[in-house]
């Protein structure tokens, strides 16, 4: 069966899908890293289905989801309003996939990053902006594979515990 990529709207069904998936996404990621309860925490109090839906009521974000028949198989935010000192040099008007979740396989996540370009290129923005941690070795590797340049590091806050991030650029135009 074919992988399909859609706009997305919480159901009760696809919250709790992406609940379910991050918690596991988490702590595949970080069950070893000192700072997992602070993690676990951040992950119990922002996943919640009243805080993904309200982060969802934004007019800047958009949900996309991978489906295979009716099975979702990965997800990401795509955020068209950044901050300034969040834009790459020389891109004047980037879109950020953000929170990008799948299985431990990557399933969906080639994909969704294919759809995100064609979305970059209809809606006129120059770069596509991606961010993966640094020990999710599937999740990069797949960004790779899919053109995406490294562009920098960075680290990402959940909530008291600090991890690497890898930042990577693809242009559009």
Known sequence: MSISV??????????????????KHFERLFEDHTDYPEIKKYIDENYAPEALVRRHN?????????FEGAQPLAS??????LLPEQQ????DRPLL???LLH???GRGLPEILRRSEEIAFQKKHDALIVRAFDNASVTRRIIEEQGFEGYGTGKSGIDHAEVKEIIYIKKIR
Not at 76 to 81: C, I, R
Not at 88 to 91: I, L
């Open 58 to 66: 934004d007019f800047s974000r958009q949900m996309l989801m991978a």
């Open 88 to 91: 790459p040099e020389n891109s």
């Open 97 to 99: 996939i953000h929170r």
């Open 76 to 81: 990401a935010e795509l955020v068209s309003m």
């Open 103 to 105: 299985d431990a396989s």
């Open 6 to 23: 859609k706009y997305a709207v919480f159901t009760e069904d696809h919250t709790q899908w992406v609940i379910t998936h991050t918690r």
